[in-house]
């Protein structure tokens, strides 16, 4: 098994900027590609990014595409999301989740989650 636990969410004002950060604990060995997601109240959980074991390889969302930058520390078993220019519809808990297989924009794809960290955006 493999636990996640997400921080760093806020309340932040438009423009502002957050850096959220999902440490990993368990048998981490099992952990490869790792990625966020996100889930606004009355909507579907959705892909925001997604980062390979090396970290050579990145995917992002296009509605968040040059706003976030995804980054991992392997030593320290810790996944980290820096979000800028953050704007109201960012708004939503966030989630990390370690990849299984398949596409890494599926949410199905995840096998361990966490319980999510909230982020706010204010006008």
């Known amino acids: 098994q493999v636990q996640l636990v997400e921080s760093g969410g806020g309340l932040v004002q438009a423009g502002g900027s957050l850096r959220l950060s999902c440490a990993a604990s368990g048998r981490t060995f099992s952990i490869s590609a790792m990625g966020w997601f996100r889930q606004a109240p009355g909507k579907e959980r959705e892909f925001v990014a997604a980062?390979?074991?090396?970290?050579?390889?990145?995917y992002y969302s296009d509605s968040m595409k040059g706003r976030i930058a995804i980054s991992r520390d392997n030593a320290e078993n810790t996944l980290y999301l820096l979000m800028t220019s953050l704007k109201p519809e960012d708004t939503a808990v966030y989630y990390c989740?370690?990849?299984?297989?398949?596409?890494?924009?599926?949410?199905?794809?995840?096998?361990?989650w966490g319980q999510g960290t909230q982020v706010t955006v204010s006008s």
């Open positions: 989740a370690a990849h299984d297989s398949g596409s890494y924009f599926h949410s199905q794809a995840y096998k361990y």
């Open positions: 980062i390979s074991w090396s970290g050579g390889n990145r």
